[in-house]
C-alpha cells in the first residue's frame, strides 16, 4: 500500500469523517454504556475512537516516509498503529476473558505506537544544527527507554503504568527519569533549531547507501 497514493488518501478520509460522526453520535444518543443497545452503543464508540486515535500515530508515521533516509522508521509506526488497532478491535467485540495475553499485547503494542508516532514526529523537523540534532538524538533514546520500561512492567506484572508508580521504586526511577528527559529534550528540539549557528546539523541516515562520488576530470 502507497501511503502517498491519493485515492489511500481520500479513502482515509472519508473513513475518518464517518468515524468521528459515528463517535459522535454514539456519545449524544446513548444514555448508557451497559447492556442491551447502551453495548451496542458502546463498542461503536470504542471503534470509532479506537481508530481516530491510531489513525493520528499512522498518520504521523506515515508523513515521515516522504523522506527517503526515514522511510522505514516511518513504515514501522504504521504496521504498529495498524496491528495495535487490530488486537483493540479483537478485544471489544471477542472480550479479554481468563487468558489476558492479548489485551497485554495490545497494550504494549498502544505504547510502541504512541513512541514511534514521537520518534517519527522529531524526524519530520529539518534541523538545522548540531544542537538540534543532539537533542533528537537524546530525545529518540529516552522516548525508547520508558517506552521499554512501561512494556517491560506490562509482561512482568499486567498493570502497566500504574503498577511502575506503585510497585519498585527502581524501575519507578528509571521510568520517570527518562519520561522527564524524553520531554525536555522534545521540547529542546525545535527550540535549539531555531538557534543561529554556523556549523549545520549532520543528518543520521537509517540506509546504508553511500553518497555518490564524482569522478575528477583530468586537466
Do not use: W
Not at 514501522?76 to 467485540?93: K, N, P, R, T
Not at 481468563?98 to 529539518?126: Q, R, W
Not at 533514546?141 to 510497585?167: A, E, K
Amino acid at each position: 500500500m502507497n501511503p502517498n497514493n491519493q485515492q489511500f488518501i481520500k479513502g482515509a478520509i472519508i473513513t475518518v469523517i464517518i468515524a468521528a460522526a459515528i463517535g459522535a453520535l454514539t456519545v449524544l444518543a446513548g444514555d448508557s454504556f451497559g447492556g442491551g443497545g447502551g453495548e451496542i452503543t458502546g463498542k461503536l464508540f470504542l471503534v470509532s475512537f479506537s481508530l481516530i486515535f491510531f489513525g493520528i500515530t499512522a498518520a504521523i508515521s506515515m508523513v515521515v516516509t516522504e523522506k527517503p533516509q526515514y522511510k522505514n522508521l516511518g513504515k514501522a509506526g504504521m504496521i504498529v498503529s495498524a496491528a495495535a488497532f487490530l488486537l483493540v478491535l479483537i478485544l471489544i467485540f471477542a472480550g479479554v476473558g481468563d487468558d489476558i495475553t492479548i489485551a497485554k499485547v495490545a497494550f504494549a503494542l498502544f505504547i510502541a505506537s504512541i513512541a514511534l508516532a514521537h520518534i517519527c514526529l522529531l524526524h519530520h523537523f529539518n534541523l538545522q544544527n548540531k544542537h538540534a540534532h543532539t537533542a533528537r538524538i537524546v530525545a529518540t533514546i529516552f522516548i525508547s527507554l520508558f517506552s521499554l520500561v512501561i512494556i517491560i512492567n506490562i509482561f512482568g506484572t499486567g498493570q502497566g503504568l500504574q503498577s511502575l508508580l506503585v510497585n519498585g521504586q527502581s524501575m519507578a526511577k528509571l521510568g520517570m527519569t527518562s519520561l522527564i528527559v524524553d520531554l525536555a529534550a522534545t521540547l529542546l528540539v525545535p527550540l535549539c533549531n531555531r538557534l543561529q549557528v554556523n556549523e549545520p546539523a549532520e543528518e543520521l541516515h537509517l540506509t546504508s547507501e553511500e553518497p555518490a562520488v564524482q569522478d575528477e576530470v583530468p586537466q
